[in-house]
């Protein structure tokens, strides 16, 4: 069983790091800090770092480890939240002395020792949460492991709203809803806007564009951003203001990124298959939930339109 086999190479290391994805959102975090929460609590004589970068909406999740070259020498690396390669913050991952994948989207490639892929988890932090579970005895959950696990639970399914949400995914999320952290303090993290982030949320409900075949779209410039004083990170998270319309059974976000010199490409469905669509272009994902990275807005409208007509080809099939 993989859960006890991962938990077997845990026991093995004295040092283990773990590793999450660029541009990380709380589910990533959340089974990375959770994960690394747990295993402090459990094991005092084991180190174990969280690598990588924070998102904005991250940083109240707790704070990321430097260090050193020297110290992947003898560890164990754990990459949670990713299966690309390319997509890994920090690229030393490969210097550990062996690899684990623990993550939820569709293979792409195995690279790993151990590789605990499945994609009827919604979330990450839903496999850390089993993780924890199938190895209870030697292991100690946490109020703040708790919080960044349930964070998790919460963004990657949109608050239990999704098509991903199983049985197990409630149940998973009662166990570490019954820690004693505090709820509203959470939701405030994640949850409360800004009102120039409200005021740009007005403007994509204004201003979206749609086909009559049901896709619909936003382009968001940097002149935009710069008009409503928002980062890039924010505007490209709220592609979700499109989900809920009924006439659109697929949305695209495109967000001009500065800091990468790209355009942030997210796509989101609830009918034609999407993650083929950003495998097209360089990217990946769930198949109602993926994205890539454009260079320039030619390459955005090449994929509004093979968009369009995936959307065509669903609404006729
Ligand atoms: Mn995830």
Redesign the pocket.
């Known amino acids: 069983m993989i859960q006890k086999e991962i938990f077997e190479k845990i026991l093995e290391y004295e040092t283990i790091i773990i590793h999450h994805h660029v541009s990380p ?1 709380p ?2 975090i959340g ?1 990375q800090l959770g994960l690394k929460y747990i295993l402090q609590a459990s094991f005092k004589d084991k180190s174990v770092y969280a690598v990588g970068a924070h998102s904005n909406r991250t940083e109240f999740m707790g704070p990321m480890d430097s260090i050193s070259d020297d110290i992947y020498q003898d560890a164990l690396v754990i990459i949670v ?1 990713v299966g690309d390669k390319r997509r890994i913050d920090d690229e030393r991952f490969m210097n550990g002395k062996e690899i684990i994948k623990i993550d ?2 569709p293979l792409t490639e195995e690279f790993c020792s151990l590789e605990w892929v499945d994609t009827t988890y919604a ?3 839903e496999m850390i949460i089993e993780l924890y579970l199938y190895n209870k005895k030697q292991l100690v959950m946490t109020e703040e492991a708790a919080m960044v696990l349930y964070a ?1 639970l919460l963004t ?1 399914t949109g608050r239990f709203y999704y098509n991903s949400v199983t049985e197990r995914t409630l149940r998973y999320g009662a166990e570490v809803y019954q820690f004693g952290f505090d709820k509203q303090a959470l939701y405030a993290n994640l949850y409360y806007k800004s009102i120039a982030e409200m005021k740009f949320n007005g403007f994509l409900m204004n201003h979206f564009h749609y086909t009559e075949n049901g896709l619909g779209y936003m382009k968001i410039t940097q002149e935009i951003l710069d008009e409503f004083n928002i980062t890039a990170d924010y505007a490209s998270g709220m592609v979700n203001t499109l989900a809920n319309i009924k006439e659109i059974i697929m949305w695209m976000f495109f967000t001009d990124d500065k800091d990468l010199g790209k355009i942030r490409t997210s796509f989101r469905s609830r009918g034609p298959i999407v993650n083929k669509l950003a495998a097209k272009y360089g990217g990946g994902g769930h198949i109602w939930a993926s994205g890539t990275l454009c260079d320039d807005w030619d390459m955005v409208d090449r994929i509004i339109k093979d968009a369009d007509k995936l959307c065509e080809e669903f609404q006729n099939q």
Request: glycine share 8%.
């Open positions: 959102d589910d990533c089974s939240d939820h989207h979330a990450a932090t998790g990657d």
